[in-house]
Nanobody
Framework: QVQLVESGGGLVQTGGSLTLSCAAS????????MAWFRQAPGNEREFVAA??????TTYYADSVKGRFTISRAGPILTLQMNSLKPEDTAVYYC????????????????????WGQGTQVTVSS
């Protein structure tokens, strides 16, 4: 019954900003890690950012560190993206785990049980 729905994607120029949102439902999310992944055509799905079950501790891929900010407020997961680059162009997915109180959220997509449908982010050069 867990459902994740992303929104907020679109077209933005290099250096611009976008904010993605993921609305989760089906359970309470204050004991589960949540994460953002992205996948460009022809590429593997890659880790972007995660927030620990406590909703405070955050983790980032090196490629987005300092530019992106992940946060969670209840069932709403947000990814604020600043200083966007063409290489950020991808479909962005939110995901959550099936295990509670995990100390360190995994960075591999196979370790996440639930996924949204994705939202397209395109950064023009």
């Amino acid at each position: 019954q867990v459902q994740l729905v992303e929104s907020g994607g679109g077209l933005v120029q290099t250096g611009g900003s976008l904010t993605l949102s993921c609305a989760a439902s089906g359970r309470t999310f204050n004991s589960y890690a949540m994460a953002w992944f992205r996948q460009a055509p022809g590429n593997e799905r890659e880790f972007v950012a995660a927030v620990k079950w406590n909703g405070i501790t955050t983790y980032y891929a090196d490629s987005v560190k300092g530019r992106f900010t992940i946060s969670r407020a209840g069932p709403i997961l947000t990814l604020q993206m600043n200083s966007l680059k063409p290489e950020d162009t991808a479909v962005y997915y939110c995901a959550t785990q099936n295990s509670r109180y995990q100390n360190n959220p995994p960075r591999t997509p196979q370790d996440y049980a639930y996924w949204g449908q994705g939202t397209q982010v395109t950064v023009s050069s």
